[in-house]
T-cell receptor
Framework: EAGVAQSPRYKIIEKRQSVAFWCNPI?????LYWYQQILGQGPKLLIQFQNNGVVDDSQLPKDRFSAERLKGVDSTLKIQPAKLEDSAVYLCASSLARDRAQFFGPGTRLTVL | QQQVKQSPQSLIVQKGGISIINCAYE??????FPWYQQFPGKGPALLIA?????SEKKEGRFTISFNKSAKQFSLHIMDSQPGDSATYFC????????????FGKGTHLIIQP
């Protein structure tokens, strides 16, 4: 069974530029999560989708971050404009349903200069 | 406010020894406690998980001990091997709709040959 796919794996941008990350969850997984992992810390939830609807985006900095999952499968996370403190690994995870185990992708490492 | 406190921050264990990592939580609404293992450049991988109605769960060399009254849980790695060298994260989740994980800060484990 294929795991969670993410691209790109690495991205370097200047501050104030925009960037987008893509995630393809495990086939059949209805629930999708985006986490931010700053170096030396545990992942922090940004947003949770159930199919194509948002369940929780309470920790998403909505002035600069946005995410969508239009067809209930793939998802994109966008940052516009980026700040230095956005440098982190952005992890996508999926689960078969709510209250089920979450499986993580390899992440996208973002460096903002 | 850090809802899941993890210790120690780093740990060195001799090959064949027992590695012990501890976590404490505050939110009594948490009802699921997974442990994740993360290697450099990879996403977190689910290792083992427990629910609060069980005091211990064992899978191979990995055991979770759970103390509901003390709001603490721990990971024991028996017969630790150099391949176990990684960063370990405890996490917790509130049951119901919004079930994003709250992670500890991680423990960097080194198993010396």
């Amino acid at each position: 069974e294929a795991g969670v796919a993410q691209s790109p794996r690495y991205k370097i941008i200047e501050k104030r530029q925009s960037v987008a990350f893509w995630c393809n969850p495990i086939s059949g997984h209805a629930t999708l999560y985006w986490y931010q992992q700053i170096l030396g810390q545990g992942p922090k939830l940004l947003i949770q989708f159930q199919n194509n609807g948002v369940v929780d985006d309470s920790q998403l900095p909505k002035d600069r971050f946005s995410a969508e999952r239009l067809k209930g499968v793939d998802s994109t996370l966008k940052i516009q404009p980026a700040k230095l403190e956005d440098s982190a690994v952005y992890l996508c995870a999926s689960s078969l349903a709510r209250d089920r185990a979450q499986f993580f992708g390899p992440g996208t490492r973002l460096t903002v200069l | 406010q850090q809802q899941v406190k993890q210790s120690p921050q780093s740990l060195i264990v001799q090959k064949g020894g027992i590695s012990i990592i501890n976590c404490a939580y505050e939110n009594t609404a948490f009802d699921y406690f997974p442990w994740y293992q993360q290697f450099p450049g990879k996403g977190p991988a689910l290792l083992i998980a427990i629910r609060p109605d069980v005091s211990e769960k064992k899978e191979g060399r990995f055991t979770i001990s759970f103390n509901k009254s003390a709001k603490q849980f721990s990971l024991h790695i028996m017969d630790s091997q150099p391949g176990d060298s990684a960063t370990y994260f405890c996490a917790a989740r509130v049951g119901g709709g919004a079930d994003g994980l709250t992670f500890g800060k991680g423990t960097h484990l080194i198993i010396q040959p």
